[in-house]
C-alpha cells in the first residue's frame, strides 16, 4: 500500500504565506501525477494545482500567480508553496498521487493524504 502524509497547515494572516508539504511511502515504483485539492466547509472538493512527474504544472485560476507547486523526485514528496494568502483559501488541502505501484503494473493506482488544515485569518 501506498501513504500519503500532508504537513505545514496552520494559521496565516492575509497576505502571508505557508509551504505545504506532501511525503509519498509505500510500494511505489513510479509517481506520475501528484496534485493539491483543497476543500472548504459546505463546498466541494476542487483542484488546486497538479505537477507531472517530467515538471509540468497547472494551476487552478484562484490561486494562479500566488501558489507554486513542485517535487522532489528522490524524495517522493510534492510541496506547494502558498504566497499572497486570502481567507478565501482557507480549506483542508489533501494530496493525491497516481502511483504505478510495481516494476509489472499496468496504469495508475490513485491515493489520498489525511488532509492539513490551512486557515486565513487576521
Known amino acids: 500500500q501506498v501513504q500519503l502524509v500532508e504537513s505545514g497547515g496552520g494559521l496565516v494572516q492575509p497576505g502571508g504565506s505557508l509551504r505545504l508539504s506532501c511525503a509519498a511511502s509505500?510500494?511505489?515504483?513510479?509517481?506520475?501525477?501528484m496534485d493539491w485539492y483543497r476543500q472548504a466547509p459546505g463546498k466541494e472538493r476542487e483542484l488546486v494545482a497538479t505537477?507531472?512527474?517530467?515538471?509540468?504544472?497547472n494551476y487552478a485560476d484562484s490561486v494562479k500567480g500566488r501558489f507554486t507547486i513542485s517535487r522532489d523526485n528522490a524524495k517522493n514528496t510534492m510541496y506547494l508553496q502558498m504566497d499572497s494568502l486570502k481567507p478565501a483559501d482557507t480549506a483542508v488541502y489533501y494530496c493525491?498521487?497516481?502511483?504505478?505501484?510495481?516494476?509489472?503494473?499496468?496504469?495508475?493506482?490513485?491515493?489520498w493524504g489525511q488532509g492539513t488544515l490551512v486557515t486565513v485569518s487576521s
Open positions: 493525491r498521487a497516481m502511483v504505478q505501484t510495481t516494476r509489472t503494473s499496468y496504469g495508475y493506482l490513485e491515493f
Open positions: 509505500g510500494s511505489i515504483f513510479s509517481i506520475n501525477y
Open positions: 505537477i507531472i512527474r517530467g515538471g509540468s504544472t
